[in-house]
């Protein structure tokens, strides 16, 4: 090592006292720079599955049953033109299910104007049987025209005990997810049991769980319900919110149902059922009103 001498040591620090007036401050405002607050685009890691979505998703399903949902009945170029505002406005998250119709919609959307691989697709079976369930996820490929589903859920479970009853409909989704027909799998529950289940199992990639201030379409009443998603969370599972509206039954609170599920700290996105362009602006204006960062 060469010895420093007096000349160059005397450089050394004199230009580190020049350049410390410059520095410190900007360390320091560095060191206090506040987070971002929340935006609807924020960019969201759900749990430990790797996959990533913005904060806010659109729901597909409001007063959905046999393939009929709220959003279809305004007709196709009305939802597919939804799908299309939401995804620039920055949402990346797509919830459907089998049930509700969507997935030739979404199919069309995908045709139209939004990359598949900048988009994250859920979608739910009700299947509860192995056979069945295996053809339904060759169905949903081909109705989506994709490869690969990035999150396929166990929908509306009800009956406590689903993690032995269902267990080979779940050996099912984890062969589907080893070959990478899938990305993810999990369950949405409608019974708090069930939740609880779906908390702590470990083959809960992801849980879709009821979650509003008012218990409205709830599994349970709120404080029941968050200290499970809070164990959820800290467990590694991915959690998304719905029933943030109450399927509209709290349409003149959404701006203090936003701000509570954002602020729980546990729930990684939300999905929000939209049926008209206006309504994925609204909800997204109360996300930035609600600044929860």
Same mark, same amino acid.
Request: proline residues 7%; aromatic residues 4%; contains cysteine.
């Given at each position: 090592?060469?010895?420093?001498?007096? *000349?160059?040591?005397?450089?050394?620090?004199?230009? !580190? +006292?020049?350049? +410390?007036?410059?520095?410190?401050?900007?360390? +320091?405002?560095? %060191?206090?720079?506040?987070?971002a607050p929340l935006t609807a685009a924020t960019v969201r890691?759900? #749990?430990?599955? !790797?996959?990533?979505?913005?904060?806010?998703g659109m729901g597909t399903g409001t007063e959905a049953w046999n393939g009929s949902s709220a959003q279809n009945r305004r007709g196709r170029d009305t939802f597919i033109g939804v799908l299309e505002h939401a995804h620039a406005k920055g949402v990346t998250y797509f919830d459907m299910a089998d049930m509700y119709g969507a997935h030739d919609y979404m199919k069309e959307a995908l045709k139209r104007s939004i990359s598949r691989d900048k988009v994250m697709l859920l979608t739910k079976t009700v299947s509860r049987e192995p056979g069945l369930l295996k053809a339904d996820l060759e169905r949903f490929r081909k109705?989506?025209?994709?490869?690969?589903?990035?999150?396929?859920?166990?929908?509306?479970? @009800? $009956?406590?005990?689903w993690t @032995?009853?269902?267990?080979?409909?779940m050996d099912v989704l984890e062969e589907a997810k080893q070959k990478k027909i899938? *990305?993810?799998h999990g369950?949405?529950?409608?019974?708090?049991?069930?939740?609880?289940? +779906?908390?702590?199992?470990?083959?809960?990639?992801?849980?879709?769980? *009821?979650?509003?201030?008012? #218990?409205?379409?709830?599994?349970? $009443?709120?404080? %029941?319900v968050v200290p499970v998603l809070r164990q959820a969370h800290d467990n590694g599972k991915g959690?998304? #919110?719905? $029933?943030?509206? !109450?399927? !509209? %039954?709290?349409?003149? *609170?959404?701006? @203090?149902?936003?701000?509570?599920?954002?602020?729980l700290g546990c729930v990684d996105a939300i999905a929000v059922g939209f049926e008209v362009?206006?309504?994925?602006? #609204?909800?997204?204006?109360?996300?930035?009103?609600?600044?929860?960062?």
């Open positions: 090592m060469n010895p420093i001498n007096r *000349r160059d040591f005397m450089k050394f620090t004199s230009a !580190g +006292a020049l350049a +410390a007036p410059f520095i410190a401050p900007a360390l +320091a405002a560095a %060191e206090v720079a506040p987070p890691t759900l #749990g430990k599955t !790797g996959l990533k979505c913005s904060l806010l109705e989506l025209d994709t490869d690969c589903l990035d999150i396929v859920l166990l929908h509306c479970l @009800e $009956k406590p005990g @032995e009853s269902l267990k080979p409909c899938i *990305r993810a369950c949405s529950n409608h019974n708090l049991d069930c939740l609880k289940e +779906a908390a702590a199992s470990p083959w809960v990639d992801v849980i879709l769980a *009821r979650i509003n201030p008012h #218990g409205v379409k709830m599994d349970g $009443k709120p404080e %029941e959690i998304l #919110g719905m $029933k943030i509206v !109450g399927e !509209g %039954e709290l349409k003149d *609170r959404i701006p @203090e149902s936003v701000k509570f599920v954002l602020s362009t206006s309504d994925v602006d #609204g909800v997204i204006k109360h996300i930035e009103d609600a600044k929860v960062v």
